[in-house]
């Protein structure tokens, strides 16, 4: 769990990670492969608990890379794996168990960089979105991916705008996407994607206001750059 003020349009609200919230009604979806964006998508399990959703967004020395929340990750034992979900629908699917490792973090923005054991079948990672992405303000020109109920599945989602929140454990500034529903248990570390199925998000949890909170791309993409990761977004 962790603290923020959230500055938005001149007004303040403490942004706090974790609460329940529902699921947006279905609407007509605008994603153009979401079963990619499905198989991308893993479930985290931290020690015996289904703790949240982590996405792959490349590789490196025969590892998966995949981008979560770091908050999942606090507190909690090393040990850790993910589920991979094969093609079809995710319950039904054929499923594989893979162990889980920290390769680095940036607590100050809520972001983690995970390594994961390469499955025998798995699907392609995740393009990260360009820098100063724009998504369009209509439900369903944005997407979210998390395993809340043990498997992946998209929620279309309605975009606010982009916020700035300042984190009551010190003074770092950092950009997010405030979007109108909330996070849902489960869903931390999961991707926001555009319609293009590129990622421009990861969820970090819901403010006081119920409002779904979202680590910015501009932020990961600088986070990635400085701590050579430019890789991932040269892809």
């Not at 993409?221 to 040269?234: C, D, I, N, V």
Request: net charge positive; aromatic share 6%.
């Amino acid at each position: 769990m962790f603290l923020t003020m959230v500055l938005a349009l001149g007004q303040q609200a403490l942004f706090q990670g974790g609460p329940a919230g529902d699921a947006s009604p279905a609407v007509a979806t605008t994603l153009r492969d979401p079963n990619r964006v499905i198989q991308a998508t893993l479930a985290l399990h931290i020690g015996l608990a289904n703790e949240g959703t982590a996405v792959l967004v490349g590789n490196r020395n025969g590892k998966l890379l995949a981008l979560s929340a770091n908050h999942l990750f606090q507190g909690k034992g090393k040990e850790a794996h993910a589920t991979f979900f094969g093609p079809g629908d995710p319950p039904k699917s054929e499923k594989q168990l893979m162990d889980v490792d920290v390769l680095d973090s940036w607590p100050d923005i809520d972001l983690v960089l995970l390594t994961v054991d390469a499955p025998s079948k798995f699907s392609l990672p995740l393009q990260l979105g360009e820098a100063r992405s724009r998504p369009g303000k209509l439900r369903g020109t944005t997407h979210t991916a998390g395993c809340d109920k043990g498997y992946p599945y998209l929620r279309p989602e309605l975009l606010i705008g982009k916020v700035l929140t300042t984190k009551t454990s010190g003074d770092v500034d950092a950009f997010y996407w405030e979007m109108t529903d909330p996070s849902i248990p489960g869903r931390s570390g999961g991707p926001l994607v555009n319609c293009d199925g590129q990622i421009i998000g990861i969820c970090s949890g819901t403010d006081r206001k119920g409002k779904g909170m979202y680590i910015h791309i501009d932020e990961i993409r600088a986070a990635l750059k400085r701590k050579g990761y430019s890789e991932l977004l040269r892809r």
